[in-house]
């Protein structure tokens, strides 16, 4: 299944895969390329992914380590508080 299969659903289990299509700016928010669909905004579906499990998500990061160390250092942030 896809995220546009499973709008407003939820799932115990959520796998998420992120590529080249996001990066984080240099204010630190998270932006995602312009998707060739015009009805869809890449940072809008990683929403709608995110926010379906009720359990476990796992966040996949495919050939961009600049995505993947930023996300391991929020990671890490949030679980030394």
Sequence with gaps: MNTHEVIGQEFDNVIIMMDENFKYANDGKLQ????????????????????????????????????FEKILSIKANVFNE
């Design 32 to 67: 995602g390329k312009k998707h060739p669909n015009p009805d869809y905004i890449f940072y809008k579906l990683l929403y709608q992914g995110i926010s379906r499990p009720r359990e476990k998500l796992c966040i996949v990061v495919i050939d961009n380590m600049p995505l």
